[in-house]
């Protein structure tokens, strides 16, 4: 399996804040990678797809970038709603994996 | 409205198995792989399989082959996850979700199910 490393593990921050969580594979992916956001007890939302295609209704404030095997999802202007906890998600084989989350806290 | 439903909360003993099911609905059940996810209690989530209803076609991620089994009845548009021999270590919330693209093998997951949180215990 591919292995996914998200840093930091727990980030914290205020709002207005510009935040960036970093997600590194342990082989290139290409540009096949997708970030979630999850709050407590709610599944998993889709934010990015692509590496950095924005899904449809998600705030513009949420940008992603990168491709083989170093990526970021950036927030450029925190707001109360984004603290949760951020996963990215490599999809170039059959086998996908998660990183293991990169919580987001009020400062 | 584009969903998916899953099956009420489960509480088992060990050694017993366990069937949970994720309903499409609002789309083309068919065309669109179905994966699940597992959360263990206060952890990440980890990509255990996916299925395509169309032709039943499955992958399993290597840490879960031979610990589960996905299945589909796409007339019913219903997936499933099932183990025939359940483990405390199993206690988890298990999610469905849908892929976005309906034509690739590359899969992220535009729609998730609530969960289905199983409790394994003696």
């Known amino acids: 399996d591919i292995q996914m490393t998200q840093f930091p593990s727990t980030l914290s921050a205020s709002v207005g804040d510009r935040v960036t969580i970093s997600c590194r594979a342990s082989?290139?992916?290409?540009?096949?990678l997708a970030w979630y956001q999850q709050k407590p007890g709610k599944a998993p939302n889709l934010l990015i797809y692509r590496a950095s295609t924005l899904q449809s209704g998600v705030p513009s404030r949420f940008s992603g970038s990168g491709s083989g095997r170093e990526f970021t999802l950036t927030i450029s202007s925190l707001q109360p709603d984004d603290f949760a906890t951020y996963y990215c998600q490599q999809y170039d084989t059959y086998s996908n994996t998660f990183g293991q989350g990169t919580k987001l806290e009020i400062k | 409205e584009v969903q998916l439903v899953q099956s009420g909360a489960e509480v088992k003993k060990p050694g017993e198995s366990l069937k949970i099911s994720c309903k499409g609905s609002g789309y083309i059940f068919s065309n669109y792989w179905i994966g699940w996810v597992r959360q263990m209690p206060g952890k990440g989530l980890e990509w255990m399989g996916i299925i395509y209803p169309g032709d039943s076609d499955t992958n399993y991620s290597p840490s879960f082959q031979g610990q589960v089994t996905i299945s589909v009845d796409k007339s019913i548009s219903t997936a499933y996850l099932q183990w025939s021999s359940l483990r405390a270590s199993d206690t988890a919330m298990y999610y469905c979700?849908?892929?976005?693209?309906?034509?690739?093998?590359?899969?992220?997951?535009?729609?998730w199910g609530r969960g289905t949180p199983v409790t394994v215990s003696s």
């Open positions: 082989q290139s992916i290409s540009n096949w």
């Open positions: 979700a849908k892929s976005a693209d309906s034509i690739q093998t590359r899969w992220y997951f535009d729609l």
